[in-house]
């Protein structure tokens, strides 16, 4: 029986992690500033990476609070200025484990379209001015999940008028940024007005997702209750993993360590985007990511998504695609190609097409 | 100026932590197994540290979730099993934290005062007959914090018939268990009966607080929820840190640690207990800890806590008592001394002898 191939999971492959060197910062960190990060710490995280970090924002180590992941301050933050009932707006699709925080939480999701990548910005202003604002706009600009679309330099430009404007808060989540394998970096949104946007970011995607160490940069106000709510629930987050991580930048391995990954990934790309062309052109459209993890194919009409028994006769695994809408998701198919071999994407989406076509 | 003698923060010395042993197991873990750890993972835990744990409880790893400290794992147990509104039974004077926690979900608090160090187990149970039933009681049976109190078995045993009798769940907190210096270990509530007690505990004084390695032992159906809220709020806990610790107890190195930190704990608590018997007499009482990190004094009639310039002219730190009580507090002080060498422990008792004497 053919190998399985899991499509279902936007991680990064066992072989991006640089364990030789993570091995050498734990070793480092440890026995030179084992007293203090042994020990509890400030709520908002340990400092030399939240300077470095609030740095790259042009910001202060006030306005940066490390986490869990990106996810966990998330909550927080919904658990801290959002209420039962607030209006949130999305990209559709999005982030599932997103759609489900804000879902817990009982908020009211209204979800706008990606067409070909990109959401209507006047469908948008109309809303808004039909009197229907958010507190909140989550958005993925850069290499979205789960379509990889990227987010026009024009759009960001009119996403932050209307946020001004109508005087709603953009959650910018950056978790695949820095994997940009074609063009240019447009702004990030927070950098057009830091006023209107928090962002959201991790070292997930750049070292290893285990290590669980994301952070949020935003207005002091808004950090500092993220801080009280963080410490009031768990004293302090893991300054081990965020001094390793610290030490790998310093020690100038950062920079490298990127450039590997994009090799990698870009060649998973090229890989499955073949497969697509060769494989799904008849049944599906899907857009060209210039970066991440993922791909998301849009069925034609007339097609319609594989069961699940046709899956495990297949032997390949998806995820349910209702998760990434708000309603809706029958004709979407997420594809994350990080963590396959070019074989194995060819091999998948090969699979993929005898069932959907 | 003297130096300032911190008596405000329950942790360890920096002089407890093992480095050199961590930094070999964090080498080994991250060679042997960085492929799982570093990636995202189950979000009950590490398996193996959970099987060792489970072992400990005659349980199963199914029973067992791993937390960022286990104050998270009660934040996440009250957002899953109680509502507000609930009430809860706590010992008076109490670990400050898990009052704010409760506080924040917005539940009804009743304590009961520790007299010697002990609860009355005749108001617990008239309390019950007049129809004021708790959905959860909180308790620290060994080595309380702040008082240094052990729960008498008699106490244990009765606290489990008025649980089975009018169905509510006990909530053990074993923090300090391991650090017994004095006497024999009595059962743990939840080796009394474990469907009416959950159990919270941590690495965090055994090994070091900043890995931020807890746990929760429980039944099944209440780590399941646990175990969803968890990955809806932070996908998964840090498997690094787990396997870290698993490790340094595979290579047999817990016993003698635990017998190090006795050896240098039973020291300081002998250095209070020394200090309090030729300074506090006149104006206190406490209990004699048989473990743990704490010791309270109670004040006598006509004498008062000092204020916060005393403090500060005589370079002390406490911390402010009120937060350990549901009202009420003004007569407490509470004593951490393993942070401290017998030399500050002598002064820092002799300076707040002048404050309050």
């Known amino acids: 029986m053919a190998d399985i191939i899991a499509f279902n999971r936007g991680v990064p492959p066992a072989e ?42 042009n910001g202060t180590p006030a306005q940066v609070i490390m986490g869990q992941g990106s996810l966990q301050l998330l909550d927080i933050f919904i658990k801290t200025s959002l209420e039962a009932g607030d209006m949130v707006f999305f990209e559709q699709p999005t982030y599932d484990r997103t759609l489900t925080l804000f879902r817990r939480a009982g908020m009211e999701l209204k979800g706008f379209t990606l067409r070909n990548g990109v959401m209507d910005g006047d469908e948008i202003e109309e809303t808004l001015r039909n009197g229907i604002v958010p507190k909140a706009f ?16 024009e759009l960001r430009k009119r996403l932050i008028r209307l946020a001004e404007e109508f005087r709603f808060l953009i959650i910018e989540d950056g978790a695949y940024r820095h994997l940009r394998y074609y063009g240019q970096n447009l702004p990030r949104l927070i950098d057009l007005n830091p006023e209107h946007v928090i962002h959201m970011s991790s070292f997930s995607k750049m070292i290893s997702p285990g290590m669980r160490v994301g952070f949020m940069v935003a207005g002091i106000e808004i950090i500092n209750r993220l801080g009280k709510y963080a410490e009031d629930s768990f004293i302090s987050t893991n300054f081990l993993n965020q001094a390793i991580i610290y030490d790998f930048i310093q020690r100038g391995l950062m920079e490298d360590h ?40 849009n069925l034609k009409q007339g097609f319609k998504q594989p069961d699940a028994n046709m ?10 695609s209702h998760g990434f809408f708000i309603e809706g998701g029958d004709d979407f198919i997420r594809l994350p190609f990080c963590a396959l071999t070019p074989a194995q994407i060819n091999e998948g989406i090969k699979r993929l097409a005898e069932l959907i076509n």
């Not at 899956?311 to 349910?320: D, F, S």
């Open 16 to 57: 991006s992690f640089p364990k030789e060197q993570l091995i050498e910062s734990a070793r480092k960190v440890i026995s030179n500033e084992g007293d203090q990060i042994l020990q509890y710490g400030n709520p908002l995280g340990y400092e030399p990476l939240r300077e470095w970090i609030s740095n790259r924002f």
């Open 138 to 153: 989550y958005v993925i600009p850069d290499f979205q999940n789960p379509s990889g679309a990227e987010m026009p330099l």
């Open 258 to 297: 990127i450039l590997f990954l994009k090799d990698l990934y870009q060649e998973r790309l090229k890989s499955i985007l073949s497969a697509l062309e060769n494989h799904i052109v008849k049944s599906g459209t899907w857009i060209e990511p210039k970066g991440g993890f993922f791909t998301g194919v």
């Open 311 to 320: 899956l495990t006769e297949k032997n390949i695994v998806l995820m349910a």
